[in-house]
């Protein structure tokens, strides 16, 4: 979602998405998913071929993807009615959607590549459903923090400030979900992002106010912030690995910013939905996904971390360099932020939405 600080309306690159994914929970009360294929419902990007060869060899057209902008937008629309087989949420909303009783055990001794994930995301709490079973397989990792044009913005503090800088007003933005810029917020206001009392959420409230007329927009449509960081239409944005590792293939001066206050650093991964109706398939494409070359083709694309220590084993040392990524995630978790549950997930959401609108 995209919301749009000149007009207050909202826009996105990805409105057509949002759409065709609003059509699809519509009919999906009426119109049952075809039972040979995968319903996988996932971010932008997820859906590519490339991930799941194997499964595809094995099952020719047997999966559909449906996308999502971001997390929160899938827990919505599933627990509205969605039903996906698979879905691809972060660590931090894991427990929200099990609340929910949206979720069934994934049963790891199906999962042939268990071994080879690293431990600190397959030992995470929130996952662990008893008796070898979890909530979620991690898959993937990676990092958020400031990409910014190092020929516009001339040696700046290595601080998430840069995006409260009145000097580059109307040429910022940043990402439009409670997990990224609230955490933020909440980071230089001095409050424990996880979990806040009421007054310390006015502080964070009123370090986002600080900053929302300096924005371009809010956004998860990281393909228009890319464009817009080439053009040079934006200076700086808080963006994923992702994209630092597009604009650079692309020849476009950037740089992501590693801040004092530390990167965000987030674990995502497949969960199952409880009335799955493609089970077999499920663990076929769970599988596949786990396969080394699976996780290598994600490093190397995106920039983006697997969970698959048999995945790094194949990534060229001076390729993990290249791409800032170490080949053991913990060594990243020293000097970052790991992103998990939010204890007033709600509250702050709603508080963002209103200091998004003007409030």
């Known amino acids: 979602m995209a919301f749009d600080l000149k007009s207050g309306d909202l826009i996105s690159g990805k409105t057509a998405r949002a759409g065709l994914a609003a059509l699809a929970l519509a009919l999906s009360s009426t119109v049952a998913f075809a039972g040979d294929k995968l319903q996988y419902f996932t971010w932008s990007g997820y859906e590519l071929p490339d991930f799941n060869k194997s499964f595809l060899a094995a099952h020719p057209d047997g999966v559909e993807a449906s996308i999502f902008g971001d997390d929160d937008d899938a827990f919505t629309k599933v627990k509205a009615g969605f039903r996906p087989d698979i879905a691809h949420p972060c660590y931090d909303k894991v427990a929200r959607w099990n609340k929910e009783g949206l979720l069934q055990p994934i049963d790891t001794k199906r999962i042939k590549n268990w071994d080879s ?12 459903a008893g008796d070898g079973k979890v909530w979620m397989v991690p898959w993937d990792w990676g990092n958020t ?3 910014y044009r190092t020929d516009l913005v001339k040696n700046p503090e290595a601080s998430w400030n840069l995006l409260w800088d009145k000097q580059y007003a109307g040429r910022m933005a940043t990402i439009d979900a409670v997990h990224d810029t609230p955490i933020v917020a909440a980071l230089l206001a001095g409050v424990n992002p996880f979990d806040m009392t009421p007054a310390e959420m006015d502080k964070v409230a009123e370090k986002l106010r600080e900053q929302r007329p300096l924005l371009s927009n809010y956004t998860t449509d990281m393909t228009s912030v890319e464009q817009a960081l080439a053009s040079g239409q934006l200076v700086a944005a808080m963006t994923w690995n992702a994209s630092a590792t597009s604009l650079k293939k692309q020849g476009v001066p950037v740089e992501f910013m590693k801040p004092k206050e530390g990167m965000l650093t987030w674990a995502c991964g497949f969960v199952m939905l409880k009335d799955a109706k493609n089970v077999d398939l499920a663990y076929d494409f769970i599988n596949s996904r786990l396969d080394a070359d699976s996780g290598k083709y994600l490093i190397e694309a995106y920039g983006y971390g697997s969970s698959l220590s048999s995945a790094f084993a194949t990534v060229p040392k001076e390729e993990l360099e290249k791409l800032q990524l170490p080949s053991d995630p913990e060594v990243m978790l020293k ?24 409030g």
């Not at 932020?337 to 963002?352: H, R, V």
Request: glycine fraction near 6%; aromatic fraction near 10%; proline fraction near 8%.
């Open 117 to 128: 994930i690293f431990p600190v995301f397959k030992n995470l709490p929130d996952l662990q």
């Open 335 to 358: 000097t970052t932020i790991f992103t998990g549950p939010m204890k007033q997930n709600d509250d702050l959401a709603k508080m963002f939405e209103k200091v998004k609108a003007g």
């Open 145 to 147: 923090s400031i990409l």
